[in-house]
């Protein structure tokens, strides 16, 4: 069993402020914690994720997802687990993503179910099977609220100008979280919303301006 525990959640769902108030929290009680925000990072390769999402071919974005994704393993969160002291708290990791693609595939009718492909990865111990995924799902009315407030971004202006397609990745979202075994689903705000939009404007807690430990926000380290 590892000290790893992954935070699966859509944009505006809550999951970034969540994990970095329990990460924090966390370290008040003594443990040794560390917050990081891996799928979709700023790495040269998590910008040309983001760039690319509803505008490239799938196989194009998921190449560069996976691969931005197998660094961030290695680089950062391996040598954090190696020291069975620290409790790796990761922001988004392989569930969220694969639920966005597999949805995106139902929008435009072609089947991208690529949920083996992780499995495999963590089969040959190239990503890691957490040792327990938090979903974040609040109902989706506050999600969609959040989402038109939220400031402007590839990601963000790809779903409020698919309000649609928003509604299916949430939909999968919730199908996959009720599939796993051993997870925690939570349907409830954590926090008060004016701590929520608080984190937003100072852009502390800003989903898309979290980027990964060891690294700025330019994605140099």
């Not at 999600?143 to 939909?171: C, G, L, T, W």
């Not at 608080?198 to 430990?213: P, T």
């Amino acid at each position: 069993m590892n000290n790893f525990i992954v935070f699966e959640g859509i944009c505006c769902s809550g999951k970034t402020t969540t994990t970095k108030l329990l990460s924090e929290r966390i370290k008040e009680l003594g443990y040794e914690t560390v917050y990081n925000h891996g799928a979709m990072t700023y790495t040269d390769l998590g910008k040309k994720f983001k760039q690319n999402l509803g505008k490239k071919d799938m196989p194009i974005t998921v190449s560069y997802f996976f691969t931005d994704l197998i660094i961030n393993t290695k680089n950062i969160i391996r040598p954090y687990l190696a020291n069975n002291n620290t409790i790796v708290l990761q922001d988004r990791y392989f569930d969220a993503i694969t639920t966005y693609i597999k949805a995106y595939g139902d929008y435009i009718k072609t089947d991208y179910n690529i949920y083996d492909i992780p499995k495999a990865f963590v089969e040959n111990d190239i990503l890691i099977e957490p040792s327990l995924s938090v979903f974040c799902i609040p109902p989706f009315e506050i999600i969609k609220e959040r989402m038109a407030q939220s400031k402007e971004s590839p990601v963000h202006d790809f779903y409020r100008d698919n309000p649609e397609f928003f509604k299916i990745v949430y939909n999968e979202l919730v199908n996959k979280a009720n599939e796993l075994e051993d997870n925690i689903i939570i349907e409830e705000i954590q926090f008060t919303e004016e701590l929520y939009q608080k984190n937003l404007e100072e852009n502390e807690f800003a989903e898309d301006d979290a980027h990964g430990i060891g690294e700025d926000a330019d994605g140099n380290s």
